[in-house]
């Protein structure tokens, strides 16, 4: 359902930002420990060419051509 109703509004993004930050808080004060999602790095290929400096490495299966691969139930079988 991408693009339904245009673009979020900026004030959006901070209404979800303050509340993130209100949940974590509560947590916290509960005593759980809050694990917070992060920036995973999937980078284009392409990427290594336009920044060859960069510390860009290959994590595995998924550079293999989809031909090779199996999918079995969510599992990928080599």
């Known amino acids: 359902m991408a693009g339904v109703g245009g673009p979020l509004p900026l004030w959006w993004y901070d209404q979800q930002a303050a509340l993130n930050k209100r949940i974590v808080t509560a947590m916290r ?10 920036f995973q790095g999937n980078v284009p290929v392409a990427l290594k060419k336009v920044y060859p400096s960069a510390n860009i490495s290959n994590a595995g299966w998924y550079t293999q051509p989809a031909s090779t691969r199996q999918h079995t139930h969510g599992v990928v079988k080599q």
């Open 29 to 38: 004060t509960l005593g759980i420990k809050t694990i917070l999602p992060g």
